[in-house]
């Protein structure tokens, strides 16, 4: 699950850093019957804002008065869904990092000295992480013994555990 906003990765006009952060800001402008509305984010590096695109020219008429209500009280879990839309990160060509920016929930620690448990891990929110590292802290082992228990049949899911998921999966682990 998230704990804070992810990184937002796009290029500084002003110091050519990488790195910005939303502040769970926007700016909404009006001009006649047609509406912008932007997310606004920091540079990390020198404080530069930037804008992200929410809403381009649209017809007052046609945005959802909620909408419009949260992104003028700055409601920061509408920067969180925002940030988390792929069409949002098409149009403004950026890119998220959750480093540090998500905890793993186990719900106990009751499953760790069972021989067989059956785990469904939930993805509050789309990110990225490899299962191998959220197995390996999940159960209390390496992550070379996760790989381990993966080549030797003990560790099973029906998705691919190399690699990076960013959705629901379940495996099971024998030990
Ligand atoms: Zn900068």
Redesign the pocket.
Known sequence: MPTCLPTVLRR?H????ERFRANGKFRVNANHKLLDAWLLVL?T????TAKLTVLERMNVRSVRPELLDRMHDNDPGLAAELLQDPVVRRRNRIALDWDGAWRLDTGGSDHLDREVIDVSVRFAARIPVRPVRLIAEGCGLSRAEVERLITEGKLVSAVRLSGKLSGDFTFTLKR
């Open positions: 500084c002003a110091c050519a850093s540079c590096a020198c404080g530069d």
